[in-house]
């Protein structure tokens, strides 16, 4: 460790500049000040590692390393350096929502080197930040990129930065670039280009991310390339992991079409070739047209659930797999789930006055109304003038609905894909009219089925709606056809309240009913059985050509089972709306 006076001299010094540091931004700016740390230890255990400086736009923190700052030697830079991290607060990326917008449009820019994206970002908003404080703020940027040059630093990447620096504050070749023997005409001309990029977006940066990392695509291609790259360039990466840590971010599972327009290779507009001819040209060099049609879900209108996981887990390294996926289908349902129930009040009954009667004797006197008798007649003979007020009741005696719960079966056979990886529709059907009871106050049993083999189920019935996504989004792979002996634990006896029964399978739920069952019970007759202790209503949605297996389908109709045919699964979207509206949209 170095000098612990130094560095607490350095503590002083840099707590002085924060305010200037704010005040290049603006004198209203409301920023915490930010967490310094004397040694690297402390640094590490704060998540700061590879750099001296670090954001965290989960908590709006600023993370210092002054240990590292007093080794770079770069002490007298506190205002250049606290500036540049406020602006990765307050300017790029600002807010954990456009942090993974622009590394989503990014990853569209590196196709099959997605990895490094999170890199790529990080340095693109260092370019918009640092050419705004040099230019406009007078700030001495460059000095601080001159302290930390050393021969060990540099590589090919880091000659481009270096060299896309001295293009935009103009600076003479080799002030930054100090290595000569990396410089090429190909580095010059993609600095140079680099450089109107940054200038060019920087007031609209989030629509250059595209452009900047095709620009970055040949130098990141190879991986030892890469990797060496990266171990010189780790000095500069302070909002790579900026969003470790971050709940759910909303809307990120919608295509982004304008990201994939964005992907431009600025070396072919630069030769002055129709910009739209360029774009086609260069994604499907790049492999995009094909992401591009590739949109999955309702209207193709949503990326992959894979791509959806590896991009969160780029936002935060620490998410987790499942909550990620939970979110996806979550997100996908949620314009097609009913709306919010109504409140219903409970029913109040007022007595109001609805006419007159005779009030004879034997009648209580309190009901005797004397104003109405007196006008009657002004001599009040018992049963025959007198009058009493007969009273009414406003109450309309309505009878409140109850939701029905409901049992979602999916088959999750062999030849069921994996929803974490592809898109599933059984999954998305299931997620619609299970959130749609619970919206509605039902409860919900879940359960996943490939058998022979392995199924998976909630714990009865429940109003979790975590616990329901868990179960539906998990993977078995299993067997052929869904059990129907999973029916046996709900419905074997009457359950305490009625439910409907949905099963999501294709035509090889016929050869599990007619499977041998070792036992006395068919299975068929397990489907009866279950259908009438359920007391509500049993559909199956085979996945199927309408009237296959057409005297099974009657046998099951003959029970009460609804047979519901989908010839594709997209279909299965369209089934869960109408069942959702028919038993649970009602006020």
């Given amino acids: 460790m170095h000098n612990q006076s130094e560095i607490e001299k350095t503590l002083a010094l840099w707590k002085s500049h924060w305010q200037p540091a704010k005040l290049e931004w603006n004198p209203l700016l409301r ?44 002490t007298d830079y506190a205002t250049e350096v606290l500036a540049h991290e406020i602006g990765h607060h307050i300017f790029t990326p600002a807010n954990l929502y456009d942090n993974a917008i622009l590394l989503n449009r990014i990853r569209f820019a590196l196709p099959g080197i997605e990895d490094r994206a999170p890199m790529v970002s990080n340095l693109y908003a260092d370019f918009l930040i640092n050419d705004k404080l040099q230019r406009i703020h007078k700030l001495r940027m460059s000095e ?13 990447f880091w000659t481009l930065m270096m060299r896309t620096y ?3 504050w103009r600076l003479n070749r080799g002030e930054l670039a100090t290595n000569l023997s990396f410089h090429s005409k190909k580095i010059d001309s993609d600095a140079s280009l680099l450089a109107s990029l940054v200038r060019s977006y920087s007031k609209n940066w989030i629509h250059g991310g595209g452009r900047f990392a095709v620009m970055l695509y040949p130098y990141l291609m190879d991986d030892k390339t890469f990797q060496d790259s990266r171990k010189k360039i780790l000095i500069l990466l302070d909002a790579e992991d900026a969003g470790k840590g971050a709940m759910d971010i909303a809307g990120m599972t919608q295509l982004d079409l304008e990201g994939y327009d964005e992907v431009i290779d600025m070396r072919k507009e630069a030769l002055s070739l129709k910009e739209e001819e360029d774009a086609k040209k260069k994604k499907q060099s790049l492999g995009i047209e094909k992401n591009r049609a590739g949109g999955e879900g309702p209207r193709k209108g949503y990326i992959g659930p894979g791509n959806y996981i590896d991009l969160m887990k780029q936002v935060n390294p620490n ?9 996806y289908y979550k997100e996908i349902a949620l314009p097609h789930l009913i709306d919010f129930p109504v409140e219903i009040s409970e029913n109040v009954s007022l007595d109001l006055p609805e006419g007159l009667e005779t009030w004879d004797i034997g009648d209580s006197i ?21 009058q009493k007020r007969t009273f009414g009741s406003d109450s309309d005696n309505s009878i409140s609905k109850s939701p029905l719960n409901v049992y979602i079966g999916i088959d999750c056979s062999g030849s069921m894909m994996n929803p974490k990886q592809n898109f599933s529709w059984p999954v998305l059907a299931a997620a619609v009219i299970g959130l749609s009871a619970l919206r509605a106050g039902a409860a919900v049993m879940g359960c996943l089925s490939g058998e022979p083999g392995d199924y998976l189920e909630t714990d009865g019935f429940i109003t979790d709606e975590t616990d329901l996504l868990t179960t539906l989004t998990s993977y078995l792979g299993t067997g052929y056809a869904y059990g129907m002996e999973r029916l046996r634990k709900p419905f074997e006896e009457k359950p305490n309240k009625k439910s409907h029964i949905v099963i999501v399978t294709d035509n090889d739920i016929f050869s599990m009913l007619d499977a041998n069952t070792g036992t006395e019970q068919s299975h068929w007759e397990l489907a009866e059985i279950a259908l009438k202790n359920a007391g509500g ?24 089972w609804k047979v519901c045919y989908v010839t594709n699964e997209a279909e299965l979207l369209k089934f869960a709306l109408e069942f959702s509206q028919q038993n649970y949209a009602y006020v």
């Avoid at 640094?43 to 700052?69: C, P, Q, W, Y």
């Avoid at 601080?144 to 090919?156: G, R």
């Avoid at 004397?370 to 009040?380: E, G, K, N, V």
């Fill in 166 to 168: 001295e293009y935009l």
């Fill in 537 to 560: 209503h049993g559909t199956m949605v085979l996945h199927s050509q309408p009237d296959y297996h057409k005297d099974f389908v009657i046998r099951l109709e003959k029970m009460g």
């Fill in 319 to 327: 998410a987790d797999e499942q909550r990620l996926v939970n979110a």
């Fill in 366 to 386: 309190e009901e005797m109304d004397w104003l109405q008798s007196a006008i009657l007649s002004p001599t009040l003979i018992p049963g025959l003038t007198t």
């Fill in 31 to 74: 920023l915490q000040e930010p967490i310094w740390c004397l040694s690297n230890e402390e640094a590490v255990k704060e998540g700061l590692t590879g750099s001296f400086a670090m954001i965290r736009l989960t908590d709006h923190r600023i993370v210092i390393n002054l240990e590292e700052i007093v080794q770079r030697g770069i």
């Fill in 144 to 156: 601080v990129y001159q302290a930390i040059n050393s021969e060990d630093t540099f590589s090919e």
